[in-house]
């Protein structure tokens, strides 16, 4: 692949990559936000942040594949 396009695999291996990235960042602003609101909201509690599971990744991921296969 000289030209620098990347296969399928490749490609579909990024995306993995891209939409964990994506759903470990929100669950890390999530649980910045729980803290910051027991830190500032006397008395609150802090709710659990749930973690993403493969099935979130893999419809994260695809999302970002149909954005990459859309022409417009």
Not at 24 to 33: A, K, M
Not at 46 to 58: E, F
Request: hydrophobic share 30%.
């Amino acid at each position: 692949m000289s030209n620098g396009n990347k296969s399928g695999y490749q490609l579909r291996a990024d995306l993995l990559g891209m939409a964990v990235g994506i759903l470990q960042d929100r669950n890390d602003r999530q649980e910045q936000n729980e803290h910051f609101l027991v830190e500032n909201g006397g008395g609150y509690e802090r709710k659990r942040v749930t973690p993403y599971t493969t099935d979130d990744v893999l419809v994260v991921a695809e999302k970002l594949y149909n954005f990459v296969k859309t022409k417009d």
